[in-house]
Protein backbone atom coordinates (compact mmCIF):
# COMPACT_ATOMS: atom_id res chain seq x y z
CA UNK A 1 0.00 0.00 0.00
CA UNK A 2 1.36 3.43 -0.76
CA UNK A 3 2.81 4.92 2.20
CA UNK A 4 0.83 8.32 1.53
CA UNK A 5 -2.26 7.03 1.40
CA UNK A 6 -1.30 4.94 4.71
CA UNK A 7 -0.58 7.97 6.72
CA UNK A 8 -3.90 10.23 5.23
CA UNK A 9 -6.19 7.33 6.24
CA UNK A 10 -4.06 7.31 9.90
CA UNK A 11 -4.72 10.78 10.65
CA UNK A 12 -8.50 11.31 10.70
CA UNK A 13 -10.06 14.03 11.88
CA UNK A 14 -9.32 15.48 15.34
CA UNK A 15 -6.01 13.76 15.55
CA UNK A 16 -3.21 16.17 16.47
CA UNK A 17 0.53 16.27 14.51
CA UNK A 18 3.37 16.56 16.63
CA UNK A 19 5.07 20.22 16.13
CA UNK A 20 8.31 18.09 14.29
CA UNK A 21 5.95 16.42 11.86
CA UNK A 22 4.12 19.67 11.13
CA UNK A 23 7.86 21.06 10.69
CA UNK A 24 8.87 18.55 8.48
CA UNK A 25 5.44 19.12 6.07
CA UNK A 26 6.25 22.66 6.05
CA UNK A 27 9.93 22.23 4.77
CA UNK A 28 9.00 19.90 2.02
CA UNK A 29 6.51 22.58 0.47
CA UNK A 30 9.83 24.98 1.32
CA UNK A 31 11.77 22.71 -0.96
CA UNK A 32 9.28 22.75 -3.85
CA UNK A 33 7.35 19.94 -3.43
CA UNK A 34 3.71 20.61 -4.45
CA UNK A 35 1.41 21.58 -2.09
CA UNK A 36 -1.78 18.86 -2.83
CA UNK A 37 0.94 16.30 -2.74
CA UNK A 38 2.18 17.29 0.83
CA UNK A 39 -1.03 17.62 1.81
CA UNK A 40 -2.57 14.09 0.68
CA UNK A 41 0.89 12.50 2.19
CA UNK A 42 0.48 13.94 5.79
CA UNK A 43 -3.38 14.07 5.41
CA UNK A 44 -3.98 17.52 6.41
CA UNK A 45 -5.91 20.25 3.88
CA UNK A 46 -4.28 22.77 1.89
CA UNK A 47 -5.27 25.39 3.72
CA UNK A 48 -4.14 23.87 7.11
CA UNK A 49 -0.78 23.39 5.50
CA UNK A 50 -0.41 26.85 3.98
CA UNK A 51 -1.28 28.57 7.31
CA UNK A 52 1.72 26.56 8.70
CA UNK A 53 3.61 27.70 6.37
CA UNK A 54 3.38 30.70 6.72
CA UNK A 55 3.19 30.97 10.35
CA UNK A 56 6.58 28.72 9.92
CA UNK A 57 8.20 32.05 7.87
CA UNK A 58 6.75 34.83 10.15
CA UNK A 59 8.50 33.63 13.30
CA UNK A 60 11.40 33.26 11.23
CA UNK A 61 11.58 36.53 9.90
CA UNK A 62 10.58 37.87 13.42
CA UNK A 63 13.74 35.94 15.16
CA UNK A 64 15.96 37.40 12.07
CA UNK A 65 15.13 41.24 12.98
CA UNK A 66 16.08 40.91 16.51
CA UNK A 67 20.10 41.12 17.30
CA UNK A 68 21.18 39.61 20.62
CA UNK A 69 22.73 41.83 22.82
CA UNK A 70 26.32 41.48 23.29
CA UNK A 71 28.26 42.51 27.02
CA UNK A 72 28.92 46.41 25.96
CA UNK A 73 24.94 47.09 25.43
CA UNK A 74 24.44 46.11 28.88
CA UNK A 75 27.32 48.22 30.15
CA UNK A 76 25.89 51.11 28.28
CA UNK A 77 22.36 50.49 29.75
CA UNK A 78 24.00 50.43 33.49
CA UNK A 79 25.90 53.23 32.39
CA UNK A 80 23.25 55.02 31.42
CA UNK A 81 21.11 54.47 34.42
CA UNK A 82 24.03 55.76 36.68
CA UNK A 83 24.14 58.49 34.69
CA UNK A 84 20.64 59.86 34.89
CA UNK A 85 20.95 58.99 38.45
CA UNK A 86 23.87 61.39 39.13
CA UNK A 87 22.04 64.23 37.25
CA UNK A 88 19.10 63.90 39.23
CA UNK A 89 21.39 63.89 42.83
CA UNK A 90 23.46 66.72 41.34
CA UNK A 91 20.12 68.96 40.15
CA UNK A 92 19.05 68.36 43.58
CA UNK A 93 21.91 69.71 45.34
CA UNK A 94 22.22 72.72 43.31
CA UNK A 95 18.56 73.65 44.27
CA UNK A 96 19.26 72.70 47.97
CA UNK A 97 22.41 74.91 48.08
CA UNK A 98 20.42 78.16 46.43
CA UNK A 99 17.91 77.14 49.17
CA UNK A 100 19.76 77.63 52.08
CA UNK A 101 21.95 80.40 50.28
CA UNK A 102 18.90 81.97 50.08
CA UNK A 103 17.82 81.51 53.75
CA UNK A 104 15.17 79.61 53.01
CA UNK A 105 14.11 76.11 54.77
CA UNK A 106 14.50 73.16 52.98
CA UNK A 107 11.37 71.79 53.34
CA UNK A 108 8.09 72.10 55.09
CA UNK A 109 8.34 71.30 58.70
CA UNK A 110 5.64 69.08 60.59
CA UNK A 111 4.59 70.52 63.64
CA UNK A 112 5.57 68.49 66.51
CA UNK A 113 3.19 66.98 68.83
Known amino acids: MDEGVDNATTLGRGTRMSAKRKRDAVLRILRGEDLETVSRDVGVIA??????????????????????????????????????????????????IARMEAGRPLGRRRPRR
Open 47 to 96: ARLSRWRDAFLAAGESVLKHCPGDERDEKITRLEAKLGQILMDNELLREK
